[in-house]
């Protein structure tokens, strides 16, 4: 109600509300530095809403994103140019940019549960601009971005309009900063690889030749995540990752790097022979054949073997998550099974709660927040949405043509990618302990690109000792800058 209206008045019907104006495109451009590895960088960064437009040329959504591009370089034609997605779908890009990837990131005590704040945002040695300017994308939804005009959300909620509108941001930005001819890469982490793997071919069909895909923690196929009936490949991909799980809270004797090494080892040459061979066998395996097997399970997983025949030998996440440590009174994350909580109901056989998301939330959001106004100077008033559920729960997982099982998989159209362009490289990195997308699923996807040498050469894999978001450790943050730096100074030698 405005200042002068009265209390009774009446409002009238016949008006017709007014459009709301097209909003303006903004940019917030500060100069700053930051020491990584003894050095000093100067920078430019640049936070910036970018409007989307339909074919009418209307504008249908308002993107943010927060570049960093490395000053004192005489020829930007060389220099690459990073586009960083989280996932979800419905995530911001708060995770990467603050976890590892960008100049300044969240000091986080990991795996622990951070008391309230304040917290600290400290500048990361282990950030890649040394190598990359860098981008972070929110997509329409999430951080600052969202529909404007006669579009609205549900007009961006599934993988072929989310990839249409990256795609349409990611041209636009790349036309903004003169980037045609740089090397350019595109890194998602988890559903972010789902969308960039479905956006390389769509870019390059567009005439922008990539240099790189970088799957963090990625979903590429999901027939190696959903546990619908008849699918064995979830339990299959799981197992190694359950075994490591039970060795790092002690629930099978595996001590040291080795050990654990050899257990994953064993896990996994179990996983693709007997227990998959097993599995497929279902109703029809000799009970004698199931009792065996049941062992063999539980003495990878500390699972009992009465609870593992009830379940006809399948391990799945959920369950495993809940009852690992339910003698202790505690569950295990879903993201990263290093940490350990309380559940919302202590007696139900599924996990309700997920400890290694809530612990970092808090941090990490506060931070981002204090961030944007108080550092980059973004003085949008708008709430910057870290996570949107209501999108993540409304999202149209509509099969492509081509697709069949009824399961989303993005993997023919990575393998288009690398087909049409040779010279793309495809970096995987996973956690050892993430029990949402595991590190066994990316070897699966990443075995099943193709044949082709030139395939075969372009796919590197790396597991690093953490969960889904790898980069709250700091071993594993230091040897993921490590392996990035290989990618980026390969960039050099063609």
Avoid at 401 to 417: C, E, I, N, Q, Y
Wanted: with cysteine.
């Amino acid at each position: 109600m405005s200042t002068d209206a009265k209390p009774d008045a009446t409002p009238r019907t016949d008006e017709k509300k007014p459009e709301e104006a097209e909003p303006k495109e903004r940019v917030w451009s500060s100069q700053r530095s930051v020491a990584i590895g003894g050095r000093k960088f100067r920078y430019t960064a640049e936070a910036r809403t970018t409007l989307l437009r339909n074919e009418q040329h209307e504008a249908r959504a308002l993107v943010f994103t927060t570049a960093y591009l490395l000053e004192g370089v005489k020829d930007r034609s060389r220099r690459p140019i990073t586009f960083c997605f989280n996932g979800g779908p419905g995530s911001s890009s708060v995770w990467l940019h603050l976890g590892m990837l960008g100049p300044r990131r969240v000091r986080f005590d990991d795996p622990s549960h951070p008391p309230p704040p304040p917290y600290e945002l400290i500048d990361s040695p282990e950030s890649i601009l040394p190598y990359s300017d860098l981008v972070f994308v929110d997509p329409v939804g999430t951080g600052l971005s969202r529909p404007v005009g006669k579009a609205a959300l549900a007009d961006f909620a599934s993988i072929s309009t989310d990839v249409e509108s990256m795609a349409e941001l990611v041209t636009r930005l790349v036309t903004l900063h003169g980037r045609w001819n740089a090397p350019k890469v595109i890194l998602g982490e988890s559903y972010g690889g789902t969308r960039v793997g479905a956006l390389a071919p769509v870019l390059q069909d567009a005439g922008m030749t990539l240099s790189a895909v970088v799957l963090v923690s990625p979903a590429l196929d999901f027939a190696t995540i959903d546990p619908a009936p008849g699918n064995v490949l979830p339990s299959v991909l799981f197992l190694p990752a359950h075994a490591a799980t039970a060795a790092y809270h002690g629930r099978v004797a595996a001590k040291g790097e080795r050990a654990v090494t050899r257990l994953i080892d064993d896990a996994r040459n179990f996983a693709l022979g007997e227990y998959a061979s097993a599995l497929l066998r279902g109703a029809s395996l000799p009970a004698a054949e199931r009792r065996r097997i049941a062992e063999r399970l539980s003495a990878l997983t500390g699972m009992p073997i009465p609870w593992l025949l009830s379940r006809d030998l399948h391990v799945l996440q959920p369950q495993f998550c809940k009852e690992l440590l339910r003698e202790r009174g505690v569950v295990v994350g879903r993201l990263d099974a290093r940490f350990v909580g309380h559940d919302l109901d202590p007696a139900g056989g599924e996990l309700a709660h997920d400890p290694s998301f809530s612990a970092p939330l808090g941090p990490y959001a506060a931070l981002m927040f204090h961030y944007l106004r108080e550092e980059l100077g973004v003085d949008e008033e708008r709430h910057y949405r870290i996570f949107n559920a209501k999108m993540n729960e409304s999202w149209k997982w509509e099969p492509a043509k081509g697709w069949t099982g009824g399961f989303p998989s993005v993997m023919k159209d990575l393998r288009r990618a690398m087909l049409d362009n040779p010279h793309l490289r495809v970096v995987f990195q996973s956690g050892r302990y993430d029990l949402a997308t595991p590190f066994s699923a990316s070897e699966h996807a990443a075995r099943h690109l193709g044949h082709e040498p030139h395939v075969r050469a372009n796919v590197v894999e790396y597991v690093y000792p953490s969960g889904h978001m790898m980069y709250l450790d700091p071993a594993s943050r230091e040897a993921m800058k490590r392996d990035l730096a290989v990618l980026y100074g390969s960039f050099a030698s063609g």
